[in-house]
């Protein structure tokens, strides 16, 4: 614990009160001596003026601040970690600033976190160590190109997913990641994000073709070119796909777009049990019918969306499908899956063909975090939102295993899933002035996470790493495993400026 | 191929994307346009998907999409094609000067020579462009050619030779019963328009699109209206600190005005 109290001890001199305030931590405890000295060389006490000024040269005055409110709107993301101030946040308006700001970080030792639009769930863009927030979106806001024959378009971080693809309405094209927020497509890159339409289009990183990544000495990579295939030497592209800011901060991304389907046609129907739901959905995935988006929602979820989308659906597990294809392929898909859900009990088959319904649906599952909210209400209730990911054969088991757990620990605990992929998230709502139905929760979630691993999926499906789920990453793969990540951090990183804190520690 | 049945002519003006930041010309004339993002006016989109939708309920014929401009609007028309229109006109207006202080008055005289021409059952307009705002051309047309009008529409349904609408009115929705042929202009809740899909962007390119010079049709569109100045809303001020309530008084007094 030597970094700690060295930190404390230092804060204190400075009568620095926030960190104070952070609780959660690397474990520093058992670091090696030869990290241990590295990491000793690191100032986490704060930016002097005379880095201040130069930051400042780099971006502009106007562009570098530490008032109060910009740090606290750097301090956290939508997860339920606590908050943590920076000591200053940057605004660089391109790619040869965040050059220039991450060498003088590296010289000074300044931890640094790249920030998109702060709308992750696992604590990846929190400042743990105070620092430096690089808020890469405000200000780098290009869509630099979009490339309507060979289908693939380059972004800034400032650009949003929901952006881009208003950019795109009348091109025939689409770019169907859809995470619950409106996320930053470069941050989606850095977390390896998915969302409803993986099961057909599939994740990020299978998506970005290219990204343009500044190191922590200030070198700029580009990791490929637009070519849909290559075999030009390692795949970094895919080494910082999911990085979470932890190997260098990206700057632009090379993503595939796909074509709009010609046809959309949306189903639902209630299952008499969670098991019958997920069961149908494993057949539907099995029989190889090209499911768009393939939903599962429990009892809770829907009786939550019913109350906050003014819905009538029945108050039991549910399905939500959608088809994209032709008018013909479509109507087949429809049937046959019509045919594999009745034989699993499923009633109330309805679907929607046109797009007002279409859109008043979907909507209605895109809300679920912000309607779950209806479950419980009360000033300190927050929810704690976790994913994992197991082989589709197992996720019928695993997904009634952990239904029973949270209604035995007597939290309200409503299950989304996109159970195509044979994934699916927990969301609790915990009154967070209570310890007890804290420290429950994490039991459920950790009991979750253990559970999955055992049936060789992930602890994290596309959520990411970040803060909390880094217990599990050694369990998850292994410890050689996990040393190869810290060796590759290390060869990216030397001084560990990059988001220390995430994804591992230097144990 | 078009079916027999109701023609359909819908207007689409090419205008500055809605998600643009526009920017007041350096010479306070206008605002920037070159380099800058333009697409079809929202309103207008909704007004080629309600067309397209009835001709899919085998309600109307042939669709025409027009616009008045220059060659980019050639760009605007063919997202219509794209969305299920079978043929363009193109307006033609090349001259800058012209161009910018074309009103609603010149091209509802446009639309009326090409209505007397083309001889469709239905005209639908968005029900205002989003750079102008001016919510005229639409009523103005229906004057012009003494046709009923049907403004604000956010439901339509042809029956025959007449088509109940719901329109929203400050109080709430009215519905009205109108004969064809009529002037309808669409509002936002009408439909949510269609993505135009890849197959359709490629038809679209062969369908055919003609040019008209407005001369031709016979109408002046000199302009009616002089632009002044353009001017950007003032900037926002920094706040003021009151050192006491008597100050604070005073300044409301004296400097807000507003007791």
């Known amino acids: ?40 060389k690191l100032d986490y006490n704060g930016i002097t003026d005379s880095v201040h000024d130069q930051l400042a040269s780099i971006v502009g005055s106007e562009n570098v601040s530490s008032s109060t409110a910009i740090l606290e709107q750097h301090s956290h993301d939508e997860s339920y970690h606590s908050p943590v101030l ?43 160590l105070g620092g430096v927030v690089m808020d890469l979106g405000k200000r780098m806001t290009t869509i630099r190109s979009i490339n309507e024959s060979d289908f693939d378009a380059t972004v800034e971080p400032g650009v949003s997913r929901m952006r881009l693809n208003d950019e795109l309405r009348a091109t025939g094209l689409w770019f169907p990641m859809d995470p619950g927020a409106d996320a930053s497509v470069c941050g989606m890159a850095a977390t390896s994000a998915s969302g409803t339409n993986a099961v057909r289009y599939q994740t990020m990183k299978h998506n970005v073709l290219s990204l343009e990544v ?22 970094l592209t895919g080494l910082f796909v999911g990085s979470e800011g932890c190997l260098g901060a990206i700057t632009a991304a090379t993503i595939r777009l796909h074509p709009q389907p010609e046809r959309a046609v949306a189903a639902f129907s209630a299952f008499p049990s969670i098991r019958n739901a997920v069961d149908a959905a494993t057949a539907i995935m099995q029989c190889a019918i090209p499911v768009a988006k393939i939903e599962f929602m429990d009892e809770d979820m829907v009786d939550a969306v019913n109350r906050f989308s003014d819905l009538e659906n029945s108050i039991k597990p549910t399905l939500f499908i959608e088809f994209h294809g032709s008018e013909v392929s ?61 082989p589709i054969s197992r996720l019928s088991e695993c997904l009634t295993r952990t239904k029973e757990d949270i209604l035995e620990c007597g939290l309200p605990g409503p299950i989304v899933g996109h159970v195509g992929d044979g994934n699916f998230h927990v969301i609790l709502l915990v009154d967070r002035s209570n310890s007890d139905e804290m420290d429950i929760a994490t039991g459920v979630i950790d009991r979750m996470c253990h559970l999955a691993i055992s049936m060789e999926g992930t602890c994290t499906g596309e959520h990411g790493i970040g803060i909390g789920k880094q217990k599990f990453l050694v369990h998850q793969l292994g410890a050689s495993t996990v040393d190869a990540m810290r060796n590759l951090k290390s060869t990216f990183d030397p001084n560990h400026i990059m988001n220390p804190g995430k994804i591992f520690s230097f144990t | ?43 207008d989109e909704i007004a080629v998907e309600e067309a397209v939708r009835l001709r899919e309920k085998k309600l109307a014929g042939e669709l025409i999409a027009v616009s008045c401009g220059p060659k980019e609007c ?21 001259d800058p000067k012209v161009y910018e202080t074309l009103s609603p008055l010149h091209v509802s005289k446009i639309f009326a020579k090409l209505v007397e021409k083309e001889k469709p059952g239905l005209v639908i307009l968005g029900k205002q462009a989003i750079d102008d705002d001016c919510n005229q051309t639409g009523q103005m047309l229906a004057g012009l050619l003494r046709w009923p009008q049907a403004t604000f529409t956010s439901k339509l349904s042809v029956n025959g030779d007449s088509a109940d609408i719901t329109r ?21 809740r009408l439909n949510e328009p269609r993505y135009a899909t890849l197959p359709n962007i490629m038809k679209a390119k062969k369908k055919p699109m003609d040019k008209v010079n407005p001369t031709e049709l016979g109408v002046d569109l000199s302009p009616r209206v002089e632009i002044l100045k353009v001017e950007e809303p003032p900037v926002r001020e920094a706040g003021v600190k009151v050192d ?12 807000a005005c507003v007791i």
Request: glycine letters at 8%; a positive charge; charged letters at 25%.
């Open chain 1, 1 to 40: 614990m030597i970094l700690k109290n060295l930190i404390t001890v230092r804060a204190a001199l400075n009568g620095r009160k926030h960190f104070a305030n952070v609780i959660q931590r690397t474990s520093l405890s058992t670091i090696s001596n030869r990290q241990q000295l590295d990491l000793l």
């Open chain 1, 86 to 128: 920076p000591d200053t946040v940057v605004f660089p308006g391109s790619t040869d600033e965040v050059s220039a700001v991450l060498r003088i970080c590296n010289e000074q030792r300044l931890p640094v976190v790249p920030w998109g639009t702060g709308t992750g769930l696992e604590g990846g863009a929190i400042p743990s």
């Open chain 1, 214 to 235: 500044v190191l922590a000495n200030g070198s700029i990579l580009r990791t490929g070119g637009r070519s849909r295939k290559t075999s030009a030497g390692f795949d």
């Open chain 1, 330 to 390: 479509t109507d087949d898909d429809l049937s046959r899956t019509a045919d594999i859900v009745s034989e699993f009990g499923g009633a109330d088959f309805t679907f929607a063909k046109d797009v007002e319904e279409r859109s008043r649906l979907w909507k209605a599952r895109h809300s679920a975090l912000y309607a779950c909210k209806t479950l419980r209400s009360g000033p300190n209730i927050r929810y704690i939102m976790t994913d994992v990911c197991v």
């Open chain 2, 1 to 43: 191929m078009a079916a027999a049945g109701m023609k359909i002519m819908v207007g689409c003006k090419r205008v500055i994307d809605y998600a643009v930041k526009v920017r007041v010309r350096p010479d306070k004339t206008g605002v920037v346009t070159e380099g800058v993002k333009h697409s079809m006016n929202p309103f």
């Open chain 2, 74 to 94: 050639g760009e605007t028309l063919r997202t219509a094609l794209a969305m299920g229109f079978d043929r363009a006109i193109h307006v033609e207006i090349n």
């Open chain 2, 168 to 188: 929203e009115v400050d109080g709430g929705l009215e519905t009205i019963k109108v004969s064809l042929p009529a002037v309808v202009t669409a509002d936002l």
């Open chain 2, 244 to 255: 006491n309530v008597d100050e604070l008084i005073n300044r409301l007094k004296n400097e």
